[in-house]
């Protein structure tokens, strides 16, 4: 009996289709998987591929039974829990491990719409144990959990919506798309239609030169975009048709469509067009010129901590970006941009009427740890 418990699983050349392994494919390991295997096993075997095998988020996308949205993040919730139980402590850990994981793949996958997804920390995650509850917005986490439940996976299980997933999650537009059909989706992704109606969507001039520019209000909000012919554009435009701009490189890629369908139409050939173009190369950024870093390594290295911080100041003041407008201005200084402040203070004659500056970094030149401060400056 030990002598076959201790066996060891292994498929010989001729693939046998009941097999723990090809069971898992489709149902997942579960507790009473472990109660066959040897710790030798249990250490190869017990892995999130096993416990939870990857959906296939193609397939189930063509059902249309939930949206794409929830399936996204169903798939976040996966990839945010760890691959196996090395990243627990203490005794039996696959054992805790398959339990844990096995759980969450049944109540995440069971979810079905937006709002459950929304509900499903305080409906599923707070009852069930995943996580304590502590002081305001704080959480522990079990100690037989610890591991497993993390920041990445509470992160992942806020449900923020489609919106959030399209403006914040590069590859949300691909997912679930067959191979053959992601670049076209990216290029389409790119391109939205609008509607010219010189109420909402308008030309005015702007700046001291007076050149057009075109202006798009969403609600409280606007979006401005600069195309070369914006002045022939505001003459020849007429109201109400529709356009097709790239939001990417925000150029204007057709004008002057009779209606929403024409412009969906050029939306779909302006897509196909550009796949078969392939993907532009990106550009090389320029590295820093030699002579430059070798002076800036020699301003750096100065024995004198305040001629160091007057020189590398002197050296950058080309490179300030940001500038105080009239009147008070709250500036977040830490560690890292305390250099920034000493050179808003000598190159813009900020004033400072309370600022704190850390100051390891002022007097040494060498990063402090972690320090976070804050200063209001006024216009001298």
């Given at each position: 009996m030990e002598e076959k418990k201790n066996t060891k699983l292994a498929d010989f050349g001729k693939k046998i289709g009941g097999a723990r392994k090809d069971q898992w494919k489709g149902r997942g390991m579960s507790l009473g998987d472990l109660l066959e295997m040897t710790d030798q096993e249990a250490k190869k075997y017990v892995t999130k591929d096993n416990v939870w095998p990857k959906p296939d988020w193609a397939s189930?996308?063509?059902?249309?039974?939930?949206?794409?949205?929830?399936?996204?993040?169903?798939?976040?919730?996966?990839?945010?829990?760890?691959?196996?139980?090395?990243?627990?402590?203490?005794?039996?850990?696959?054992?805790?491990?398959?339990?844990?994981?096995?759980?969450?793949?049944?109540?995440?996958?069971?979810?079905?719409?937006?709002?459950?997804?929304?509900?499903?920390?305080?409906?599923?995650?707070?009852?069930?144990?995943?996580?304590?509850?502590?002081?305001?917005?704080?959480?522990?986490?079990?100690?037989?959990?610890?591991?497993?439940?993390?920041?990445?996976?509470?992160?992942?299980?806020?449900?923020?919506?489609?919106?959030?997933?399209?403006?914040?999650?590069?590859?949300?537009?691909?997912?679930?798309?067959?191979?053959?059909?992601?670049?076209?989706?990216?290029?389409?992704?790119?391109?939205?239609?609008?509607?010219?109606?010189?109420?909402?969507?308008?030309?005015?001039?702007?700046?001291?030169?007076?050149?057009?520019?075109?202006?798009?209000?969403?609600?409280?909000?606007?979006?401005?975009?600069?195309?070369?012919?914006?002045?022939?554009?505001?003459?020849?435009?007429?109201?109400?048709?529709?356009?097709v701009v790239n939001t990417a490189t925000r150029r204007i890629e057709a004008y002057g469509l009779p209606d929403e369908a024409s412009a969906m139409e050029k939306v779909d050939e302006l897509a196909k067009a550009a796949c078969e173009s392939g993907p532009s190369e990106p550009e090389k950024k320029k590295a820093g010129s030699r002579q430059s870093l070798k002076m800036y390594r020699r301003l750096w290295n100065s024995s004198s901590p305040c001629a160091r911080m007057g020189s590398v100041m002197r050296f950058h003041y080309l490179q300030l970006m940001t500038r105080a407008a009239p009147g008070h201005r709250i500036l977040s200084a830490t560690a890292s941009n305390g250099l920034r402040m000493a050179r808003e203070i000598m190159w813009h004659r900020l004033h400072p009427i309370s600022w704190i500056i850390p100051l390891p970094y002022l007097i040494t030149g060498q990063k402090a740890k972690s320090t976070s401060t804050s200063g209001i400056w006024t216009w001298k």
């Open positions: 189930l996308l063509l059902e249309g039974n939930v949206e794409k949205a929830v399936r996204y993040w169903q798939n976040e919730i996966r990839k945010s829990l760890p691959a196996n139980a090395g990243s627990l402590s203490g005794q039996d850990k696959e054992t805790r491990y398959v339990r844990v994981v096995s759980e969450l793949r049944d109540l995440v996958m069971n979810v079905h719409t937006g709002e459950d997804a929304k509900n499903f920390y305080h409906e599923k995650v707070m009852p069930k144990g995943y996580v304590i509850p502590k002081a305001g917005r704080y959480v522990d986490v079990p100690e037989g959990m610890k591991g497993i439940i993390s920041n990445k996976f509470l992160t992942a299980v806020a449900f923020p919506g489609e919106l959030y997933y399209k403006q914040r999650k590069k590859d949300y537009v691909a997912f679930g798309v067959p191979k053959e059909r992601k670049e076209y989706e990216i290029c389409k992704n790119k391109l939205t239609t609008c509607l010219y109606d010189k109420k909402h969507v308008f030309f005015e001039p702007f700046g001291r030169d007076g050149k057009m520019r075109l202006t798009v209000k969403y609600g409280c909000s606007s979006v401005y975009f600069y195309p070369e012919q914006a002045e022939e554009y505001a003459k020849t435009w007429e109201p109400d048709t529709w356009f």
